[in-house]
């Protein structure tokens, strides 16, 4: 199934004649999950990051599955829609769940969300990771990959229902 995110306007590409101080620095994103974005140099790919625990994001505690507190599938795709919208991406074209991600007690894990360049079918790659916030040599752990693409990629019968619905004032 494909999803995409109509509302938010696309943030701008950073080129290097428009980089300044403020783009080179983390800047927050507004959203509860992913506070900081940060454009990983030379590359054109984004880097979004946030933290998540029991204590900041209580409503994680009550996705119980075999007696085990985990991160829900439709997190990982509001953090993917999110960092591609601010991209321009704002369909989800596809996304893999890889391996849960595991909360437990007052332990806090810090979550990356990687966007990169697009490919030549104008997809971008995305990818989802975490590890321990109190332990920095900790390895990362991959939970979920998958692509964005800007929503003008979208085709087939819901396109034009799509379109359809965009151009109308919410």
């Known amino acids: 199934a494909r999803w995409a995110l109509l509302s938010a306007p696309p943030v701008p590409a950073i080129t290097s004649t428009a980089m300044t101080a403020t783009t080179t620095a983390a800047s927050g994103t507004a959203h509860p999950l992913l506070t900081t974005v940060v454009p990983v140099a030379g590359s054109g790919e984004r880097v979004f990051s946030g933290r998540i625990s029991i204590d900041t994001h209580p409503w994680v505690a009550d996705h119980v599955l075999l007696d085990t507190v985990v991160v ?53 790659p995305v990818t989802v ?32 229902a799509l379109a359809e619905l965009a151009a109308q004032s919410w």
């Open 72 to 124: 829900p599938g439709t997190a990982f795709v509001e953090m993917v829609m999110k960092a591609g919208a601010d991209l321009g991406c704002e369909l989800l074209d596809e996304l893999t769940l890889e391996a849960p991600l595991v909360v437990t007690g007052a332990a806090v894990a810090t979550i990356q969300v990687s966007v990169e360049h697009a490919g030549p079918d104008g997809r971008c």
């Open 129 to 160: 990771y975490s590890r321990p916030d109190d332990d920095p040599s900790a390895e990362w752990t991959r939970h979920a990959a998958g692509y964005v693409a800007p929503a003008t990629a979208m085709a087939g019968p819901g396109a034009a």
